[in-house]
């Protein structure tokens, strides 16, 4: 399996991103569809409205996200097809939090490089 990188959104798009793929459940702001350059928008891995509402990016709520997102991820099928995009070559997992360490697309990467 090929390691899995995230990504703001807002950062430039390089060589190395491989598949740039959105895991938002909406659109970020500000961002046009050729600036994200994205092979794909996949909003059904997101976390719920309802568990990203109850996170907020609280650092200290973020073991027990993890926890809760990974069972949402258990139930969705879009995870083996995400799964089997990034075992082809490097794929980059893209965001629109502010917080680089406690976000849905790091909760994600860990999961996808565990399979």
Do not use: C
Request: charged share 30%.
């Amino acid at each position: 399996m090929v390691a899995v990188r995230t990504k703001r959104i807002y950062e430039a798009p390089e060589d190395g991103d491989g598949h740039r793929i959105l895991v938002d459940g909406i659109w970020p702001r500000g961002v046009s569809k050729e600036r994200a350059a994205l092979d794909r928008w996949m909003p059904d891995v997101a976390p719920s409205s309802e568990l990203r509402q109850w996170f907020g990016h609280e650092p200290e709520k973020w073991d027990e996200f993890q926890l809760r997102y990974r069972a949402e991820l258990e139930a969705s099928p879009d995870l083996d097809e995400l799964a089997a995009i990034a075992a082809t070559g490097p794929t980059t997992l893209l965001y629109s939090a502010r917080d680089e360490t406690h976000n849905q697309a790091v909760a994600l990467a860990a999961v996808l490089d565990e399979r």
